[in-house]
Structures are given as structure tokens and as C-alpha cells.
């Protein structure tokens, strides 16, 4: 995983969005919106604007049934994504480190610090690539470093399913899908319904 940018902060531009957002228009952009192939931009602060998009954003990830959300699946090249994965049978928030979440969590700036463990298989989805699962493998547990919703710093430890989360949501930051990381088996088992969306893409359908 890559390192905090540097030389981005603090300055005018951040964003690629000219314009103030208005966070109850976001919805769930699909592949293959270019925004999804972009590498992010770092939020320059944690403004009301930044709450609100987080907050919308979790509604999203819930509608859709995700355990997971980044800014570019909502059409903004933002260093920001929000994550919830609920405790069931497999997953605790009470393990060390836990694989699961009580709250959603939201992550500003988030660079991956520490990857360990053995590299686990999983049959991932993405809700900006819908029908299309394929078997990624990632290390079982993440650190994470990031900012929170009160411009406090914080450092996140996870496993399971919430390690892969955090994982796959970082990806998004840097333009990076399910579709580069998946088997060779996956790719071609999903071959089809990929074209299906780049050719409905291609006719305007992909913001
Ligand atoms: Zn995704």
C-alpha cells in the first residue's frame, strides 16, 4: 500500500469538485465511471461540507446493503471512505484486533500502516461493480491510520472481513477495483457481465 502523499495539504485545490457538494444529490456510481479509476485527492479539512458527505454516504452504504463506501463510488476524488461491518456469528467487535464494527466508522486521509498475517481468499463484491464477485486475496489484518469527523487522528486495527474492508475501500482511493486484484479464474468467469458494463458505460449509462 502506498505512503501518505506528500505536499498536498493545507492548500487551495484540494478537491476535485469546483463547486460546494450537495451530499443529498451523491449516489452509487458503476463501473466504468472514470471517477472510480482516479487516484484521490487528500480532504484538505474536516468542514461541515466533509460531515455531511460521510453522512450521506453511510445512508448509501446501508440502502445498498455494503459494508463499505468510498468517496469516488459517489463521484468525488476525495481521500474519505465509511465502513460498517455488522457482528454476526463470524465477526466480533470484541477480538483483538476486531472483524467487525458496532458504528459505522468513517476515514479521512486513511493510509494503511501495517499488513499482516497470511493472505486470505474471498469471494469480494463492489457495490460500483454490481453482479460481478470474484476471489481476492489480502492479508488477514490491517492497521490503518486516519482522521476522523473531529479532525482527531486515530489508528484502526482490524481483521476478518473488516481488515478486507478497510482494504478494499483504500483501493477505491487509489483507483484500484475487485477487477485488477481478482483470481484469473474470476476474471474470466466474469468476463461477459464486465463487457455487459463497459458497453452500457460506453453508451452513457456510467457516470
Ligand atoms: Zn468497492
Given at each position: 500500500m502506498r505512503a501518505r502523499a506528500v505536499?498536498?495539504?493545507?492548500?487551495?485545490?484540494?478537491?476535485?469538485?469546483?463547486m460546494p457538494v450537495n451530499a443529498g444529490e451523491l449516489y452509487i456510481v458503476t463501473y466504468p465511471a472514470a471517477v472510480l479509476r482516479r487516484k484521490a485527492a487528500p480532504v484538505g479539512g474536516v468542514t461541515p461540507e466533509v460531515r455531511e458527505v460521510a453522512a450521506r454516504m453511510i445512508d448509501l452504504m446501508h440502502r445498498a446493503e455494503g459494508v463499505g463506501l468510498a468517496a469516488p463510488q459517489v463521484g468525488l476524488s476525495w481521500r474519505l471512505f465509511v465502513a460498517h461491518v455488522p457482528e454476526n456469528e463470524e465477526r466480533s467487535t470484541a477480538s483483538s484486533p476486531p472483524s467487525a464494527t458496532r458504528v459505522p466508522v468513517v476515514f479521512v486521509?486513511?493510509?494503511?500502516t501495517a499488513l499482516a498475517g497470511p493472505s486470505v481468499g474471498y469471494d469480494e463484491g463492489c457495490l460500483s461493480i454490481p453482479e460481478i464477485t470474484g476471489e481476492v486475496l489480502r492479508p488477514e489484518v490491517a492497521t490503518v491510520r486516519a482522521t476522523d469527523l473531529a479532525g482527531q487522528e486515530f489508528t484502526f486495527r482490524a481483521s476478518g472481513l473488516l481488515a478486507r474492508c478497510l482494504q478494499h475501500e483504500i483501493d477505491h482511493l487509489d483507483g484500484v477495483l475487485i477487477l485488477d486484484r481478482m483470481s484469473q479464474t474470476a476474471r474470466l468467469r466474469n468476463r461477459a457481465a464486465i463487457r455487459d458494463l463497459e458497453r452500457s458505460g460506453a453508451a452513457g449509462g456510467g457516470r
Open positions: 505536499g498536498a495539504w493545507g492548500g487551495a485545490g484540494l478537491y476535485d469538485a469546483p486521509n486513511p493510509v494503511i
